[in-house]
């Protein structure tokens, strides 16, 4: 294993020093694990807190700020943060409007930010949950645990992020969160494995001629191993069980994530197949996001999402936002 | 080779396809490949042309825009634009003030833009030129053509830009061109090479213990072979050599840019390492870039820019700019 660490052990927090560093304009309580704003919301708006796991950066501490995250909670490598970490984001950001928490569909991650719900409402927070499980990739037949939550989480904490922003109350910013997370659709694939530091050897290993088609972004096995194809038709692979799932005809934000060791030139590439694939099913794409947006450590490939939009997502889309990785003007 | 790509032969046309898909806010001639603002700038100010071989993306063509530059001529991988793109680019952009040429030392890149500004000047164009040769790696006993040209560039075009656009004359925004370019320093290292597509194979082999000290943007050799070491280490192997080349003690602008492979959680720890060292020499880290800002395809590893700035300096710094890859708000 050859990366720019200190130790496994420390990667996380030794990171997290390092964000700290370069983003003075948020708090990070290294105690605690938590990335903050460093001005909190005007009393009477909705706050929004989301985390999961280390190694998908720049998600979710790099959506801290405004027009999106109130809060992040930063697990170790692949690890759901605590109920407790949760808890005391929650309490922190809260400002007499309710929090929503934003969370992806893994078992850790579920149980935590439910336990931390559970805390917060006997401290009589109102607190509403919204999972992301958008991973087209799994089938209710591999899973009981349902989809995995992949990349529609960047788009939903920039679109609610924008509506809470706005003032708009708990239940309508919990309704909008709901619905995207209901029409967004992601699907992956991995040319190389990443390396958990502690593992300190690749999770899976693929031949020189073999992708993994439907990869989890911490490496879960995907749907079948695929042959290496050229871009055309690993585009396919990413677009047509988006639609097989029944994405529908209209306008739509794309995604298109590195996962970690693929660099942009490679994206764009794709992104221009993808384009290509989607326009011709009726999928117009209004808006975009090529680069690392959502990553899986050092791991190379790329993930799809497609957010199927209508003119009031769109209008929360193009708000402003301020944050470390993704920011528009005001 | 196992790349998100179509053909060694389209890489660079498919990706730019994707890239003016991508952002629809920008005009992209695919004939002579020169990526340009769709709005010009104001007649009577300084328009700033810049390019080089394509696989550092974001660089160029991710810093048009608003602030930044005027117009970015994208060469194929690793390989210098023509005079002619550059000559295009020069006519197309030119607002009656003149224009900034921005080139990274590299033989192939400084003899076509010059080649290019005898074109412009013989259309009565005033044309300028900067050449950013700031790897500390190469010594001069190595190389006659002195150092190459690496993420200093990035801070130039930023600070460069902010200058043309606030209305200062060319004698001006040159003159505070070759300051930067002075004053920047910067030091990068590989885990790992890249694959250049029409090669097939990665430009070097390392071994799994093995850093390449001192590495160029294309694969350069650096000044020696290394052995891997923890973060700390490899950040005073960074740092040292800006250090003795003579970096001042003072308020600094650090980029980190990844090479292409390395994720984010990564370089936020390299960070905190290089702050510490840099402080600790009397160097105030008053802003930073970390992330993907100038890469050379896959490669694995870092590279680290300081350039001292003084309070003028920063100013531009902050100043709006609106570009793919760098923005922040007006």
């Known amino acids: 294993m050859k990366k720019l660490i200190t130790s496994a052990e420390t990667v996380v927090s030794d990171a997290l020093r390092g964000f700290s560093l370069a983003h003075p304009g948020l708090f990070v309580d290294h105690d605690q694990r938590v990335v903050y704003r460093r001005e909190p919301k005007e009393y009477g708006t909705v706050a929004l807190v989301s985390g999961g796991g280390s190694g998908h950066e720049p998600l979710h501490s790099g959506y801290v700020g405004f027009g999106m995250l109130d809060a992040a909670c930063v697990g170790e490598v692949f690890t759901s943060p605590t109920p407790d970490q949760i808890h005391a984001a929650t309490v922190a950001v809260e400002r007499g409007a309710g929090v929503l928490q934003i969370v992806k569909n893994y078992s850790g991650d579920v149980m935590n930010f439910e336990m931390a719900a559970e805390l917060a409402q006997s401290a009589r927070i109102e607190v509403r949950t919204v999972i992301v499980a958008d991973d087209v990739a799994v089938t209710d037949l591999q899973s009981k645990a349902g989809r995995r939550g992949t990349g529609t989480t960047v788009l939903l904490e920039k679109i609610v992020g924008a509506a809470a922003e706005q003032g708009h109350d708990l239940e309508t910013v919990h309704g909008l969160a709901l619905l995207v997370a209901a029409a967004g659709r992601s699907m992956g694939i991995a040319l ?22 439907g ?39 794309v995604l298109l994530s590195g996962l970690g060791a693929t660099p942009l030139l490679e994206l764009y590439g794709m992104f221009a197949e993808v384009v290509d694939l989607l326009e011709a099913v009726g999928v117009r794409v209004v808006r975009s996001l090529v680069g690392d947006t959502i990553t899986a450590l050092d791991m190379a490939g790329c993930l799809l999402t497609v957010l199927p939009v209508d003119a009031e997502l769109l209008s929360y889309w193009d708000a402003p936002a301020e944050t470390p990785a993704l920011r528009w003007g005001r």
């Not at 050229?230 to 990413?238: C, N």
């Open 192 to 213: 190389a494995s990443a390396t958990v530091p502690a593992a300190g050897v690749p999770t899976f290993n693929l031949a020189d001629d073999e992708i993994e088609w």
């Open 215 to 253: 990869v989890g972004i911490h490496g879960e096995p995907g749907r079948e191993r695929q042959p290496m194809a050229p871009a055309r038709e690993l585009a396919e692979r990413l677009v047509g069980p988006l639609v097989a799932d029944g994405l529908p005809a209209g306008d739509a934000i």
